[in-house]
């Protein structure tokens, strides 16, 4: 028997859980292949669709970081511990670690190309929303010289998206399942602050609401709805 330890931010993927009991041992792949089957959606959270760890999640065998060790082929003795803790900032030994969500990693890693050159960063974030910084790109204007609705809209939207995973410690797979926007005024020439507050997230999900600002002025407002996968 082999016991997983599961973090806060990622028990609502095992019913509220916080120690796991698994059969499977050996290594610790054949443990993971067993919360996959038996906790699916926790699962999903820490392996991506290719079966590799998601670069966000630590895993920690007897307190030994598996990506030192073997990564999944880690040998896993029965009686041992598994840990899972989110990306954290500081040492390495999960004791002395304090988890620090990174937007600008989760921005980085699971948004299209395209997404990533309308130059969006991270400005901040909370437990149930996160702020979002669209600069000023003279390819971004249409024609009259003012920002696009479309990037607008993709700023809001991948706003969602951090603040949902603000909120659950990390990125999970999700899906836009409503997107609504009304535009204010212009933008011209200058950055915009994008804030996404979560006004309801529960198990399968989400809902947002979005304000768009430049220069302290509100130029655009929208609401999201999405599908937690």
Known sequence: MVTVLVPGP?????????????????TLRAVLDEV???W???????????????????VYVDGEDCRML??????VPSGAEVQVLPSVA??????????????DRVLAENFAPWVLELGLSVAETGPDWA????PWSDRLAREGGALSGQALMAAADTATVIAVSAARGGFVPMTTVQLSTTFQRPVLGSDVLVTARLTKLG????????????????????????ALL
């Open 70 to 75: 073997d990564g999944q082929e880690t040998p």
């Open 40 to 58: 699916p959606r926790l699962g999903r959270r820490l392996r991506d669709e290719r079966g590799e760890l998601r670069r966000y999640v630590n």
């Open 10 to 26: 990622l028990r609502t993927e095992s019913g509220g859980a916080s120690r796991l009991e698994v059969d499977s041992g050996g």
């Open 90 to 103: 500081g040492g390495s030994a999960p004791a002395a670690a304090a988890e620090v969500f990174d937007g």
């Open 36 to 38: 996959s089957r038996r």
């Open 203 to 226: 198990r399968t999900m989400a809902f947002a609401d979005i304000t768009m600002t430049a220069k302290g002025t509100l130029v655009a407002h929208a609401t999201t709805v999405y």
């Open 131 to 134: 702020t979002l910084r669209l």
